[in-house]
């Protein structure tokens, strides 16, 4: 699906809509292989795959100068998605790039991850004066539940990557979607982090690191109908620079955007390029905005 024509974007309010305020370049986000993914998950909220991706991916002199350009502008941490980041053939050499500027992070459904590229992130992480993080996607502790959302066969690969990563000493962050939560529970052992945690610590996880994640209702959930969006009245008396658009940029495929989530979409365009450029405030038009407000949701690691 092209991206003038994903749900949601209609949304934007050409005249005076409502706006983050820019304070600084905190996090520089790279979708390096646009909405190229190895899987097709049930809630992908950009419609990732491994066919006709609607958001290409970013050729290596893009990448480079977003780096270079994030340094000038002091930026704080550089995080690396897709899509699959791993599919790029030039994925590590853009982490060694991004580790020679500040701290970096890529997000992987960790499927491609095997000994010899356990190994190199490892080399990477041992080089370098600034930290490097890995965080591996799963939606729940239940294998064939797991792949129900994911597909088959991505559990175990994911927790593959888990056990070779950790036995690297690099501590992957495992991120989870609330998707697999149907019903909830009263007791917070029985929560998403806490079965994580036991899961994780019985797979030889000494230290589990884990972030959870609300799930966005776009991309492959997008309900049918008009879904709310914020409003003045919603916003008063409401802090905006608490939200991250207020300290991030996205470089993606056709420009800078304003926000990991709205990769691609014209709404969310600031710049055709220039990461300097984009440091404006950013709209708040997409219903998506509405689950930040109400979650204080944050794409980075914690």
Request: hydrophobic share 40%; net charge neutral.
């Amino acid at each position: 699906m092209p991206p003038d024509t994903l749900p949601g974007d209609a949304a934007v309010q050409p005249i005076h809509p409502l706006r983050a305020p820019f304070s600084h370049l905190a996090s520089l986000w790279i979708q390096v292989t646009g909405t190229w993914c190895n899987l097709t998950c049930t809630h992908c909220f950009n419609s990732s795959g491994p066919r006709d991706p609607w958001l290409r991916s970013l050729d290596g002199g893009t990448v480079l100068r977003a780096i270079r350009e994030a340094e000038e502008l002091g930026v704080k941490e550089i995080y690396f998605t897709g899509g699959e980041p791993f599919l790029h053939r030039e994925m590590l050499p853009f982490l060694e790039a991004a580790l020679a500027v500040a701290p970096a992070t890529v997000l992987t459904n960790g499927t491609r991850i095997r000994e010899a590229t356990a190994d190199r992130l490892a080399a990477l992480a041992a080089a370098s004066r600034y930290s490097l993080e890995v965080r591996v996607s799963i939606d729940d502790v239940d294998e064939a539940a797991n792949d129900r959302i994911r597909g088959k066969g991505a559990f175990a690969k994911a927790m593959r990557a888990i056990r070779l990563l950790t036995q690297r000493g690099l501590l992957p962050i495992v991120s989870a979607s609330e998707i697999s939560m149907t019903g909830g529970s009263a007791d917070p052992e029985q929560g998403m982090y806490a079965r994580l945690r036991r899961m994780l610590i019985e797979h030889g996880v000494a230290k589990p690191r884990i972030k959870i994640i609300p799930v966005f209702r776009m991309g492959r959930l997008e309900p049918p109908g008009e879904l709310p969006l914020l409003t003045p009245e919603m916003l008063e008396g409401f802090d905006r620079s608490t939200l991250m658009c207020s300290e991030t940029r996205v470089v993606a495929q056709g420009g800078v955007y304003a926000c990991p989530i709205l990769a691609g979409l014209p709404g969310a365009k600031l710049s055709d390029g220039s990461l300097r450029e984009a440091l404006t405030p950013s709209p708040l038009y997409h219903h998506a905005c509405v689950t930040c407000y109400e979650t204080g949701m944050a794409c980075k690691n914690f």
